[in-house]
């Protein structure tokens, strides 16, 4: 066998590798996803239940729609089903939507994992940091989404019913459709900042992307925050778009200080490429992975 071809096998088995690794990244965010998920579906919410086995509890899920509903209907509004098999439908919807919520801090562990073969060791322990951003970031995004977007853009949809002199009846699968995909893509949209940085810190990326091209980038976010909040109008759009770009100008500074204190190495997620950097206080050329200096012997990470 050539050493061409050597290669290729070499190269061939580090690709099966990684889909192997991709596939049990997966499954392990799937298998979380569907936990959490038959957990919302069936485990009963009030264990008084025990003391007449027959009746019919009330699971999580229907807890967490009773609150919702609550917390952000409008008194005028009313809800209805319309067809009979619609309340089966919102149940398993609403359940795989809140279990997928749930789940995000593992399915961006399980992200992370899966790159992590590609990084130097003290970039690995970014994780934790990555991790504990993303679900604090995504859970504030998703509370953001649900107390305070949410009940503007109902009210400022309810003005549009007199406008065209309309009985304020919503089916029950649209209302908890627009309240949990708003809710889930409000948290999504607040980790931008968090996975920015770590793009840019991991060398993928550059803060250049952003800097001289602000107009083009908040123009493409404006637009999604208004996907994000079809029915609310500007003042919705508004209302999610500022505090998203205020997080994005402060990942710009977070950013900007980890290009400064190296020279980013672009590397590919499935091959290292590992390039010469000159020391930063003596100017001496250092070739490898080494962390010191072999001239003035002081750490260059």
Sequence with gaps: ????????????????????????????SLITVGVITLILMVAPADLSFLENPLIFYKPFISVILEYIRAYTLPEEVELIGMRFLAPIELYLFSSLILGFIISMPVIAYEAYKFIDPALYPHEKK????????FSALFTVGALFGLFLVIPFLLKASLLFYGIVGAAPLVYVTDFYSLVLYTTLLSGLAFTLPVVFVLLV????????????????????????????TPDGGPIADFILFLPIVILMEVAVKIAKKYEKERQIQRR?????VIEPIKCPYCGQTIPGNSIFCPKCGKSIR
């Design 1 to 28: 066998m050539s050493s061409r071809d050597e290669e290729y096998v070499l190269a061939r088995m580090s690709l099966e590798e990684h889909l192997k690794e991709l596939r049990y990244r997966v499954k392990i």
């Design 126 to 133: 970014l994780i934790y940091p990555f991790t504990l951003a």
């Design 201 to 228: 810190r991991l060398g993928f990326i550059s803060t250049s992307i952003i800097e001289g091209k602000r107009p083009l980038f908040y123009f493409i976010i404006f637009l999604l925050t208004a996907i994000i």
């Design 268 to 272: 590919s997620i499935f091959t290292k």
